[in-house]
């Protein structure tokens, strides 16, 4: 067990490499109830989500969930997270666990002027993920919800394992799979019933140390990582949730001029060409100086390569291109390649 | 499970003394703690070390470990097959050694645990 953000998170289980492996091949359950919620309810919802959320939050159905950036006027990241639409005038934000303070301050802040209601309600929600290619059939046999209708990054109201919550189609693995959101008093109730539910496929299950490489083989960034408040949007690559056409919003003017001046720097994937693992924190030299950092970086159970991510100057920022990571005072070369590392097979 | 034939330290390194040298590797306990091995870095034969000095790194998916070295000596040989399975320290610990080292002080072997009371010391 290891401390993170005020909660005891065990980094694994069984072990990191088997939790990875049954992720990508059955289905490996996650209690990330450590994550934060906010919601944000009242006549002026929308257009307070669409202040303070990069991504279009006007083009969410009821029941559909989105990407998105908590953004600062700079265009860089107060956080990330995902943006629910529970109806027309309520959303739920789900932000990072060590950001909830700090997330929740700023929204409240930035709201003011709005006719919403933004509460903290992390402490109203467990929530339990099944993540993996057999995580439909396993949590369809503790559900009355018609899992097959509800489409990736959708969300429907049920019962799970006798259980009143929320499931929701998304996750942070790169595989299908399922995120409940459940009273916590009922967590237990609900987790024990997936590992039993789960018995035949080994649904077994994973930590914080294989939702790391997971997310990481999926190229999905981590916060305090890849993406903090002195990374942009189109710094990281992100642009997919900048909502252009939607109108005004925190950072929007900073992100149009960087748009229109082109971006100095950008997050690529690696890979290690040399036998060494690249990690967080470590430089990256180009041309015998320092020209970037590495954000992220593992050797995969799965991919069995040594990846990870790294701000690289723009115009080096090429697939194919390579360039040296100083590791323990030894350079060790690496080849920029396409995001994400892995793409699950579509089924 | 942990073998009478070698000598152990606070570290989790092993060391087998055969004549005037000794084989080093790590222990099952340390091999569990770090999870799947996938690289290690080890010297190069003749290199001098202190007790207690690093001669390499051991890196699994979680993390990167110093390997320390058990006695003062001079690097004998170097495990390179090792180096190429590193998977190899995670199924077979005991037999996995790394580095053979000629002993300069034969009196370094005193400071460090029997088989039993390294077990007494992670159990």
Redesign the interface.
């Known amino acids: 067990m290891v401390p993170f953000a005020g909660w005891d998170m065990p ?2 289980y069984s ?3 088997q939790e990875h492996l049954a992720v990508r091949t059955r289905a490996g359950l996650f209690d990330v109830t450590h994550m934060g919620q906010v919601e944000l309810a009242g006549k002026d919802a929308v257009a307070a989500v669409q202040w303070i959320s990069s991504n279009d939050a006007a083009r969410l159905k009821i029941g559909q969930a989105h990407y998105s950036g908590l953004t600062t006027p700079a265009g860089t990241f107060v956080d990330d997270m995902l943006v629910y639409r529970f109806g027309e005038d309520h959303f739920l934000l789900v932000i990072n666990a060590s950001n909830v303070e700090k997330d929740v301050a700023w929204i409240a802040e930035q709201t003011r002027r709005f006719d919403v209601a933004a509460v903290d309600t992390s402490a109203r929600y467990a929530l339990i993920a099944l993540q993996g290619p057999l995580a439909r059939q396993v949590m369809q046999r503790l559900s009355n919800v018609d899992l097959a209708t509800i489409k990736y990054y959708w969300f429907a109201h049920g019962e799970i394992a006798g259980v009143r919550g929320t499931l929701s189609r998304t996750g942070y693995t790169g595989e299908d799979g399922y995120e409940v959101f459940v009273p916590p008093q009922q967590a237990v109730r609900v987790w024990d019933a997936i590992l039993d539910a789960g018995r035949d496929e080994d649904v077994i299950p994973a930590g914080l ?1 294989a939702r790391d ?1 997971l997310r990481l083989e999926a190229a999905m960034r981590l916060y305090g990582n890849d993406i903090d408040d002195t990374t942009t949007v189109l710094d990281a690559d992100l642009e997919w949730i900048i909502g252009w056409n939607k109108g005004e919003f925190l950072g929007r003017q900073a992100l149009a001029d960087q748009k229109a001046r082109g971006v100095a720097r950008r997050i690529v994937g690696f890979e290690m060409k040399d ?3 690249a ?1 967080h924190g470590y430089p990256v030299i180009i041309d015998g100086a320092e020209a970037g950092r590495v954000t992220s970086g ?4 799965f991919l069995k390569k ?1 990846i990870g991510m790294a701000y690289v100057p723009a115009a080096r920022a090429v697939p194919g291109m390579e360039f040296d990571v100083e590791i ?1 005072g030894r350079l060790a070369r690496a080849t920029i390649v396409p995001l994400p590392f892995y793409k699950r097979p579509r089924g | 499970m942990y073998p009478a034939d070698c000598q152990y330290t606070k570290d989790h390194e092993w060391i087998r003394v055969t004549g005037d040298a000794g084989q080093v590797g790590i222990t099952d306990y340390a091999q569990k703690q770090l ?2 091995v ?2 290690l870095d080890l010297p190069q034969v003749g290199r001098t070390l202190k007790v207690g000095e690093s001669f390499g ?1 051991v ?1 699994s ?2 993390a ?1 470990s110093e390997l320390y070295s058990p006695v003062a000596g001079v690097v004998k040989a170097v495990n390179s097959a090792l180096a190429e399975k590193p998977e190899r320290v995670n199924s077979d610990p005991h037999a996995s050694w790394m580095i053979e080292v000629t002993l300069a002080s034969p009196g370094d072997l005193d400071a460090l645990m029997s088989a039993e009371q390294y077990s007494d010391l992670v159990k």
């Open positions: 980094v694994e072990g990191l490499s140390g490489t036998r060494a693992i990690r593992t050797q995969t159970p040594a323990r | 999870g799947d996938v690289y790194t890196e998916v979680k990167v």
